[in-house]
């Protein structure tokens, strides 16, 4: 662990005149000159060694501070005995002293200022570590700031360290008072070990929920991928949703991989779709990037399909307006979406909707389109409406969530 300094600077600096007493005298008469809380039999020791440490006379410092333990009686003079061993401990760079003086001071009732304390238990932390004892420093470090406040950075540190020892579940509740403490923006770095920590303690839900949020501040396709892959666990996900997902991918900025496209463009066909998977294959081919016989075989009868398909929308979409099922109409109306005639495409989806689709997930289906639709036609308020609607979990309920959060990115 980095050890951050907090109160352990100072402690460090002044302990010496923090800890040593001052020197002790006595009147002739052998009577205190004031009143003192120490022993008389252990002053002189006590004095002896406070000259040694500042010295650096180890072993005399240690020998004094023997004698003097011998003959201490009181709280006080165990003490007074104490802050020197710190004293002593610091300069001599043990910590194993360091940590036993402090800890019987900060036990025994008024031995320690309030800022002493402060000062104290924000030094733990260092000799935790300087003992070889990671976990006690964090420890020891929490407990300073969680008594005593800390800024982002202390927070975040915090954080790491916890994420390195496993321990995903404090990581998660100190990642998260850092971002919420940070004065600026907080780095996209801080968010991803938030986010790991969420995955990694199990929080798959909030974890979906944070990135959600990440992604609108910093949006990445490696983010994207992630929010729109979690259609893919949907229970009910089937391979027909998968140009649905691609089309959301492309939207958020994605670029597709040469795979995505050909399944893309497969399913367009298979949908009765060749304008869009025209639209698909020709940029592709015209950069070289359609080499697959089938990616070949789907650019051909796009090719021979699209003009006399576009040609006769209009008469279908007539019919279907006219006399179609709902169905026809949920078809028909992704038929005008896949062409780019987004007002034409709103009318023929909201009128399959007005027919009435029992099957849920072609009714779902049905409203992703129609928020698409209406989003492209400029209505991002109607299409959030419509997407809100998606509840399914064959995915598309998923992609509609998703599709919100990506035109808010848009903005």
């Not at 025994?108 to 002493?116: I, N, Q």
Request: zero cysteines.
């Amino acid at each position: 662990m980095k050890f951050r300094t907090l109160g352990a600077t100072a402690i460090a600096a002044l302990l010496v005149a923090i800890a040593a007493p001052a020197p002790m005298s006595f009147a002739q008469n052998g009577q205190a000159a004031a009143p003192a809380p120490i022993t008389k039999q252990i002053v002189g020791s006590l004095n002896d060694a406070r000259t040694a440490v500042i010295a650096k006379d180890w072993a005399t410092a240690t020998a004094k501070l023997a004698d003097a333990a011998k003959g201490a009686k009181t709280p006080a003079d165990n003490n007074a005995i104490n802050r020197l061993k710190v004293a002593m401990a610091v300069e001599n760079k043990d910590a194993k002293l360091q940590l036993e003086a402090m800890n019987a001071l900060m036990t025994s009732p008024g031995a320690l200022t309030p800022e002493e304390t402060k000062q104290y238990k924000g030094a733990l932390a260092k000799v935790y570590l300087d003992l070889g004892d990671q976990p006690g420093s964090l420890k020891a470090y929490r407990a300073y700031v969680d008594e005593f406040g800390g800024t982002a950075d202390n927070f975040i540190g915090i954080a790491n360290d916890s994420s390195k020892a496993n321990d995903f579940a404090t990581a998660v509740t100190y990642a998260e008072k850092a971002i919420a403490a940070s004065t600026t923006p907080a780095p996209e770095s801080w968010y991803r070990l938030y986010m790991r920590s969420l995955q990694s303690s199990g929080q798959e839900e909030k974890y979906y929920t944070v990135m959600e949020g990440v992604v609108a501040k910093f949006p990445k396709e490696e983010y994207w991928r992630i929010l729109l892959g979690r259609s893919q666990k949907e229970p009910k996900f089937a391979n027909n949703m998968y140009l649905d997902l691609y089309r959301a991918l492309q939207e958020s900025g994605a670029k597709l991989t040469p795979q995505e496209r050909s399944k893309a463009a497969d399913e367009a066909l298979r949908r009765g779709l060749p304008g869009e998977a025209l639209a698909l294959l020709e940029s592709a081919n015209a950069r070289g990037e359609v080499t697959s016989e089938i990616d070949k075989k789907n650019l051909a009868t796009a090719r021979s399909q699209s003009a006399s398909d576009r040609a006769a929308l209009a008469k279908d979409t007539k019919d279907a307006l006219a006399k179609g099922s709902a169905s026809d109409l949920a078809l028909t109306g992704e038929a005008q979406l896949s062409y780019g005639d987004n007002a034409k495409a709103v009318e023929v989806l909201k009128a399959a909707l007005a027919k009435g689709i029992s099957d849920p997930a072609e009714l779902a289906l049905t409203k992703l389109h129609l928020g698409i639709a209406q989003y492209r036609a400029g209505d991002k308020a109607g299409a959030k409406a419509t997407w809100a609607e998606v509840k399914s979990d064959d995915g598309a309920g998923s992609l509609a969530h998703n599709w919100s959060i990506i035109v808010d990115a848009n903005a």
